[in-house]
């Protein structure tokens, strides 16, 4: 069978705008026998642009009765992958065996088939199915010839590998498929030894010498350990940090994360194959950060962690010339920047936290949302952002909860929003003009799909409560990571059961190589930015493979880092509160 032939793009018409345009000129009228035809070429345009909704709405119109077999395989094909990227990864299993689907499999060529294969590969890692998906890539490897096509899915294994937590990378060491097993071992080794790229190169080579048949000895995956041998790496590194007055705590505890994995880096080497890098750190309490920069620079740094605050961010970032890398502290997460191109902003914006909150919930088919957050800078802001997103996307935001940090009884507060307050007038009333013996309970309004929460967890565990007292309790409940400074603390956290939140990895048992070596007594804002400067060793060591198109990212504490535009986004983990305690959950 030949796949349909990709459409033709225009060079300055977006893909979204072709098919808007054929949308509003093209006759889609039931009794037009190319209706669906067209809907299917609206909905492949959608889907390059991308725009995921805007496709699956298409593809929902189209009664696929009209479709040649060959547009009905390419629409199977689209359907699929557009509910994986929609989190919907039971629908695209559904998809793939409709009735139609499989009568066709028999007539395709083998391009159809290992695109097949692919999406069922897909499919399997987005429902948890994680051996069989690499089985899947690991047979598609097996069945090809030329060394580049092997090599790219060798890259979408190592991506997959690359994603998963260092426990089940363990765990599945001493696999009955031994190719798989492999694929394992490589894993573990390069995961323990991130913060020290030298090492992973060394064990790379161990591990093949070991595994000379493997098909990754072979062919190595493009951003494997084989890759990183022929970098540079700093042998000074400054950190540019505020040491005194309020950020003076924040600061040292970004420096002890800091420390932290660089003392992890020592230990896993021998100190004649890991040129450890001299640490210099620079106050920018008072003076002039380009000043300071400078100054770094001229002391022999060949690159710069820092600095914290956003107002110096922002100084840095407008400098004509930066000779040497700078790795921020803080994200700006304004677009209309225009940064320097050795600047790269790295942070805990709650921005990325927010889009997969609400992309997560769109694909659950949420659309009226009441958003919770702090009256402060923080919440402005994050309020701001989910707004234009949710509302971008086309959801509704019905009501936006600012509580004061002296909030202590949420009742009050969330009365007006959940209503209750025009239920129980409603109760008055009937008790007066018909019987004041009639029994009311007031009622909170139904129009609420989700409630998303931005909150630490004293707080969370006041607001949480309060919605179940207002009648609430049965309204699923999202939270940001604030949420979770990583202990368990069992008798408290009952009064959270049920909420989802986003999580780091760091506060998920089994996610790393080693547990960080942090004071338990440390309020949750402080434990995430030990994280940050843990990420920030790793990050500045693996900077020129993580700017690599296509890179995998770097399983990091506080997400799977990755590079866009100069900007380091956040890849979060989902759990979820049961009885007081946390279990991780896949979606």
């Known amino acids: 069978m030949v796949s349909a032939a990709p459409l033709s793009t225009t060079v300055d018409v977006s893909s979204r705008e072709q098919a808007l ?13 190319l209706a669906d035809s067209i809907k299917f070429n609206v909905a492949q345009l959608f889907a390059r642009e991308p725009n995921h909704q805007d496709c699956m709405d298409a593809l929902k119109s189209i009664n696929t009765i009209n479709l040649s077999d060959t547009q009905f395989v390419e629409f199977i094909f689209l359907l699929a992958q557009t509910n994986i990227a929609l989190l919907n990864p039971e629908f695209a299993q559904e998809a793939l065996v409709q009735t139609r689907f499989v009568s066709l499999i028999s007539q395709f060529n083998k391009s159809d088939k290992q695109r097949l294969l692919e999406i069922q590969a897909e499919v399997d890692f987005a429902l948890g199915n ?12 097996n069945n090809l010839k030329r060394r ?22 363990e765990e599945g060491v001493d696999h009955t498929n031994v190719t798989l097993a492999g694929w394992f071992q490589l894993g573990t080794a390069s995961r323990r030894y991130q913060g020290n790229p030298h090492l992973q190169v060394k064990v790379y080579d161990e591990w093949r010498q070991r595994w000379k048949t493997h098909p990754a000895a072979k062919i190595s995956p493009t951003h494997s350990a084989s890759s990183k041998g022929d970098h540079r790496y700093p042998s000074q590194v400054a950190l540019l940090l505020p040491l005194q007055d309020e950020y003076r705590i924040p600061s040292y505890t970004l420096i002890e994360g800091f420390l932290s994995a660089y003392h992890q880096a020592l230990s896993v080497a021998k100190y004649d194959q890991y040129n450890a890098p001299e640490i210099r750190i620079y106050d920018t309490s008072s003076g002039s950060v380009q000043s300071l920069y400078n100054q770094a620079v001229a002391d022999g740094a060949d690159m710069i962690i820092g600095p914290l ?21 803080n994200r700006l997460d304004n677009e209309q920047l225009v940064q320097p191109e050795n600047f790269y902003q790295f942070g805990l914006s709650t921005i990325d936290e927010l889009v997969q909150i609400a992309d997560r919930a769109w694909s659950k088919g949420l659309r009226k949302i009441l958003l919770i957050v702090p009256d402060n800078s923080l919440g402005s802001r994050s309020a701001e952002f989910f707004h234009n997103y949710w509302t971008a996307k086309g959801g509704t935001l019905l ?25 129980e007038q409603r109760g008055l009333q009937i008790k007066r003009f018909v019987n004041s013996s009639v029994n009311f309970t007031a009622r909170r309004r139904q129009d609420i799909d989700l409630v998303v929460m931005l909150g630490y967890p004293l707080k969370a565990r006041q607001i949480k409560p309060a919605l179940d007292f207002l009648y609430a309790s049965d309204i699923p409940v999202v939270a940001t990571s604030h949420i979770y400074s990583g202990d368990q603390q069992e008798e408290f956290d009952r009064d959270l059961s049920n909420i989802e939140f986003s999580s780091m990895p760091w506060t998920l048992n089994g996610h790393l190589p080693y547990k960080l070596n942090m004071n338990e007594k440390l309020h949750t804002a402080y434990r995430h930015l030990y994280a940050v400067g843990h990420d920030a ?18 399983y990091g504490a506080t997400g799977l880092l990755s590079l866009e535009k100069n900007v380091f986004v956040r890849e979060q983990k989902w759990a979820v509160f049961e009885r007081g305690k946390v279990r991780e959950i896949s979606n």
């Open 148 to 169: 580049k096509d092997i090599r790219k899915i060798h890259d979408k294994i190592w991506d997959r590998i690359s994603r998963l937590p260092y426990q089940h990378l």
């Open 309 to 329: 605050r956003q107002p110096q961010v922002e100084s840095l970032i407008t400098a004509p010339v930066l000779p040497v890398p700078i790795l921020s502290l």
């Open 399 to 423: 009501e936006e909860v600012n509580y004061e940090s002296s909030t202590n009884d949420f009742t009050q507060l969330l009365r007006p929003p959940l209503q209750i307050d025009l239920s």
């Open 130 to 141: 994680f051996t069989q998906g690499f089985n899947t890539l690991i047979d598609i490897a």
């Open 21 to 33: 345009a054929i949308l509003q000129t093209a006759d889609l009228s039931a009794d037009n026998p």
């Open 537 to 554: 060793f790793l990050l500045h060591s693996n900077l020129d493979q993580l700017k690599k198109a296509d890179s995998t990212p770097l």
